[in-house]
């Protein structure tokens, strides 16, 4: 379904009891993150937030995609599921055998449909061009309202450690300078002044690669941010869509309806949607010197720390006469953007399974870890060897370049999501010694494990059902234990602080430790020592999180674990003899990495966590809101999680 607009799409939420309406004033700095961290983390994600007493002349979206219902809604579908079975009797389609002319002819009626999907340039102004606010007046005699002034939005504050306030949801609009083929991507933006932005585009992104290009040609780019319009244009704008597809192609075809687009004021060359609610047309310069941007509060729940990023220079900013000012926030998991993730896990299943992974019948990126960190693929297994055929097209298919931890299993009857039944059915069929493989290669810039920037280690678990050829016959698969001594192993060993040992009772003989560290080698001497013990005989592997982790929270260990951990690095195996064969158990070491103990280089980032007196303020205002019962802020639990209240964390 294609939306007029943003105010639309406000409508159908509220009509379908998913929008609250905020009428007390709340401070876009700090106070409107707080408020829906603590809802975005309600079972199902809570409801959207419209804060109309913003102190500005915008009233601010939240939380708008937050829950699959809403998601649902934003794409025009019932079920996210319906987007890929669409794509998927398209791909048939078109790929099918066309024998004769009737065959020809039945894929007219489509191939018209999808001409009706390719976006559309319009003569003249659009919606989001009702008010003009431009660097100098129009030529043209248009009425002009004055200079474009970023601080008369209302952009927020996430967090305490920020580097200032960011744009959070900008659709952010280039082009390539030779051959003229759009790309439309999401980077936040950190507001710097009344006419500069940073534009926090990392190496591996297509407007990187147009900022490049237009270096060489000692030209300025051009570069438009739209906010807002149909809701739609901003999944789009995140979606890992193959480099030179229009991602106004993909909306188009998921509203089932052309983008209008127009042209910018200022920046001709560049086309924005009419119905936007919010145009910052701009420039930036390539050989002009860059901005030290940042930190900021994202996606993995830690800081990503400052660094160098280009200077986006502001000369019009143009708006509809209602616009309203669509954000986000991102951090310790579940938040918004966990929907966002698992609508490109729906819609783009079919285009993996059809083009890169045929074996694939299912897929999950579990929200602990945070999209790229841990991905769980489903296979019709037909062969030796398969698994590992997985792992190399999936670490090679775009965005998947990003995976850190790879879960192949093939199929067993049980749902992906059933994550108790399918980790029992991987480490029935898992031998750690041979079904484990680590690799390095591209990694996220936002991955903080990595002892290099951007480049690290992966691993690949191959839990699907074995072939002889893939069985080691010196191997011996030894019952796990149904429980242990957990009060014994902490005497023995009094740097651990929790055990959790319940995944036993499940069948799934995997423990999650958390180790105070105290000297360099500990997790791997610790891992080698507990391997001996006769009482963890049938362990295949052991988690080890930082001491500051309850290991008996189950979700926020594994989301500690996975971005803690660098696979290649930061693995242990031991073997061990038992009648004539040998077992194996697998340590992976998820703890803090330091220059002392661990050799680590790298400022290490601390865990996102909102400060004392928002939390206060939040807490008083809370029955003048119109939220309903009260909601403790989710930050509370992780407070005893920090090490200092910086954005770097203090390790000293």
Known sequence: MAYRNLQ??????????????????????????????????????????????????FPVLMNAYGSEKRMCLALGVKHLDDVARDIEDLFKLLSSPKENIL????????????????????????????????????PTGERWMGLPDLTRLPVITCWPQDGGPFITLPIINTKEPHTGV?????????????????????????????????????????????????PVYAYSATAPLPENVDEYMLAGFLRKKKVELVKCI??????????????????????EEMIWEGPFGDHTGYYSLPDWYPRFHVTAITHRKNAVYPATIVGIPPQEDAWLGKA???????????????????????????????VIAEIKKDYAGQGNK????????????????????SQSGTAITDYKNIAREVFRNLNPA????????????????????????????????????????????????????????????????????????HDIPCLIISVEKNRRGHIKELHEALSKLEMLNGIKMILYVEHTVNAMDLPTALWRFCNNLDPKRDHYLNKKGIAGKYTAILGLDGTIKTKEWDGFERDWPNIIVADDKTIAAVDAKWEQLGIGKFIPSPSLKYKDQMYGDKAVASLS
Request: net charge negative; charged share 25%; glycine share 8%.
């Open 266 to 287: 200022t920046q001709p060359e560049i086309e924005v949607p009419a119905d936007a609610d919010i145009v910052i047309e701009g420039y930036v310069d390539p050989n």
């Open 8 to 57: 639309e799409f406000i409508r159908v939420l509220e009509k379908e009891g998913e929008l609250i309406r905020i009428k007390t004033y709340v401070d876009p700095h700090l106070e409107m993150a707080e408020i829906t961290d603590r809802m975005s983390k309600e079972p199902g994600g809570g409801k959207a937030l419209l804060f109309e007493n913003t102190g500005y002349d």
């Open 390 to 409: 997985v792992m190399n097209a999936m670490w090679g298919a775009g965005q998947m370049m990003f995976n850190k931890i790879l879960v192949v299993t």
């Open 344 to 374: 490109t896990e729906r819609i783009f299943l079919a285009p993996i399974k059809m083009t890169l992974v045929p074996e694939i019948t299912d897929m999950d990126m579990p929200v602990e870890g945070v999209f790229h960190n841990l």
């Open 434 to 505: 041979t079904d484990i493989y680590f690799s390095q290669g591209p990694m996220d810039v936002l991955d903080h494990s990595c002892s290099k920037l951007g480049f690290g280690g992966k691993m690949c678990i191959d839990g699907t059902f074995k072939y002889d050829e893939e069985k080691d016959d010196s191997y011996i698969d030894v019952p796990s234990p149904k429980a242990i001594n957990i009060e014994a192993l902490k005497t023995s060993f009094p740097e651990i602080k929790y055990c959790n040992s319940n995944l036993l009772q």
């Open 103 to 138: 065959d020809k002819l039945k894929l007219l009626p489509k191939l018209s449909e999808f001409a009706s999907w390719m976006p559309k340039v319009r003569k003249g102004r659009g919606e989001c061009q009702e008010v003009i606010l431009t660097e100098r007046p129009l």
């Open 182 to 230: 759009r790309n439309v991507g999401m980077y936040r933006m950190q507001v710097f002044g009344p006419q500069l932005t940073a534009m926090h585009w990392h190496k591996h992104k297509v407007s990187a690669k147009h900022f490049n290009e237009y270096k060489k040609l000692g030209k300025k780019m051009p570069v438009a941010v739209a906010l807002g319009g149909d």
